[in-house]
């Protein structure tokens, strides 16, 4: 699991600056699919091969009584409460405040890495701004210009040093082994996500509050069924928390960000009653983002008045709703009288099987010609764009390369079209797939 690093401190002292430094990215993402645009304040990022999730919070004012400051507050707790290591960041310019005195005072309590930095200090003639925050009694202090970039390295140097190498990602391999299936639930609060755990898994499972300042770690649960091994990765939904984060959802999305590095299948939960919202889009745009196999499972189905048509009208709202998730499976249960649970573990395993297909390579050019064929790329420079030649060279998600004359000629809707005939004719209906377009090379030109 990758670390959780929060940046936190008073409103405008630079921690949004710092987050998209370090995500090296900007904080509104789009996703090329309709309907799966949306903001974050977290990212995943990496520093010498160190890879973490960064999360940005709001101004954090510990002692205001402004409804705004208040709500602010309790959102950065949570994300104290979450984060496996904290940068608190002040301003050089302002100097040090009661309000950052407060902060550190609370911050002393927290068991986990606690990195202080003073930020604006955006050269030489600054730093003599820095003397006065000594007057916390903490060592080190890192000075940092977030804007220009100035300390960032040692900061980050410092912050980053517990934090394992990552492997290459090429250096996955399959082993031949039947592997478990490794399953996260997630969604919203309150939409059912620790009662349909709790049924999957045939009894209730340990329930830990955790305590502000309390590191959690992941504990996952393997289980059997029908003879095939799974693994329920662990969620939000599995441990009680406080009146904190069940009110603020957005937090859910961080928590949702954490667990979906982790498995291959998501069941994505949508309370039946309620209906996709604003904050289930998110998440489900989050699982399309992260490549893994998705089914949307709609709780509560019992609490629903119902006709003859009841269920096709709901699947028609749910795929306008989330247009950029066509592909996945749908399920209705209801994980209070276990109904239709079941069904749950014929849709996981017809998608793993999905997820983990191969298609012989003679198989893939035969049928991507025939694609082509039917509907030739676009022309590029008054030449033929033509593919010429096709692999799979991963699962999980199942990822196609093309070589081509130009790739940045292929346009997205291209691109759409192949998928869709892939997923058509080779079996991939119901899982993402990733397509990647590279120039051919120069032996594969000759022929």
Known sequence: MKPLIAIIGRPNVGKSTLFNRLSERKKAIAIDQPGATRDRNYAEASWNGRAFTVVDTGGFEPISTEKIFMQMREQTRLAMEQADIIIFLMDGRDGLTPSDEEIVRQLRSYRKPVYYAVNKIDGPRHDENVFDFYRIGIEPIYTISAEHGRGVDELMDAVTASIPESPPPDEEADTGEEEPIRIAVVGRPNVGKSSLVNKILGYERTIVNPLPGTTRDAIDTPFERGGR???????????????????????????????????????????????????????????????????????????????????????????????????????????????????????????????????????????????????????????????????????????????????????????????????????????????????????????
Request: hydrophobic content about 40%.
């Open 229 to 447: 091994r799974y693994v329920l990765v662990d969620t939000a939904g599995i441990r009680r928390k406080s009146r904190i984060s069940q009110n603020l959802e957005k937090y859910s999305v961080i928590e949702a960000f954490r667990t979906l590095d982790r498995c291959n299948v998501a069941l994505v939960l949508i309370d039946a009653e309620e209906g996709v919202t604003e904050q289930d889009a998110k998440i489900a745009g989050l699982a399309l983002e992260k490549r893994v196999a998705c089914i949307l499972v709609v709780n509560k189905w019992d609490l629903v008045e119902k006709d003859n048509s009841t269920v096709g009208v709901y699947v028609n709202k749910l795929r306008d709703e989330l247009k950029f998730l066509q592909f996945a499976p749908i399920a209705f249960v209801s994980a209070l009288t276990g109904q239709r649970v079941g069904r749950i573990f014929e849709l996981i395993d017809g998608v793993w099987a999905e997820f983990t297909k191969r298609v012989p390579t003679a198989e893939l050019n035969a049928q991507v010609e025939r694609y082509v064929s039917e509907n030739p790329a676009p022309m590029y420079r008054n030449r033929p764009n033509k593919i010429v030649y096709a692999t799979q060279p991963r699962v999980k998600p199942p990822t196609f390369v093309f070589f081509v004359r130009e790739p940045k000629a292929i346009h997205f809707s291209y691109e759409r079209y192949l998928a869709n005939r892939i997923r058509e004719g080779l079996g991939f209906e119901s899982v993402p797939i990733r397509l990647i377009f590279r120039k051919r090379h120069r032996d594969k030109e000759k022929k």
